[in-house]
């Protein structure tokens, strides 16, 4: 959920360049590709996957189409991140 309203909210909703961005990053995950900051702090880079360009493009399909369903605890979860400073 977090990587999919980062990802939409930095690149102004707009799906296909959010989504070029991401098969961006998990074909080669590093450190000055990563929007999910306070997730990199608390947990360091995601492993690169062995995935070939088909699963990179469904994968990426997947986290930016889904319309997730947003549980209670997870927006003040969130924001307990405290954001502006990361
Ligand atoms: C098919 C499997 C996976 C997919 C599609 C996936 C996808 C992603 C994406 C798109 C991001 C956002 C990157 C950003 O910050 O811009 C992310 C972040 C992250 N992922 Fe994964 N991931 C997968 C597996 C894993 C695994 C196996 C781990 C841990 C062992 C992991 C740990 C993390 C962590 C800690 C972050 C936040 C920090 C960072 O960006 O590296 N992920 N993941």
Do not use: C
């Amino acid at each position: 959920m977090a990587v999919n309203q980062v990802y939409l909210r930095l690149y102004d909703y707009n799906m296909s360049f959010a989504m070029e961005n991401m098969k961006i990053f998990l074909s080669n995950p590093t450190e000055d590709k990563i929007l999910l900051k306070p997730a990199f702090k608390l947990f360091g880079l995601m492993p690169k996957l062995d995935l070939n360009a088909t699963e990179i493009h469904n994968f990426s399909r997947v986290l930016i189409e889904t319309e997730f369903e947003i549980p209670d605890w997870f927006n003040s979860h969130y924001k307990s991140h405290d954001l502006n400073k990361s």
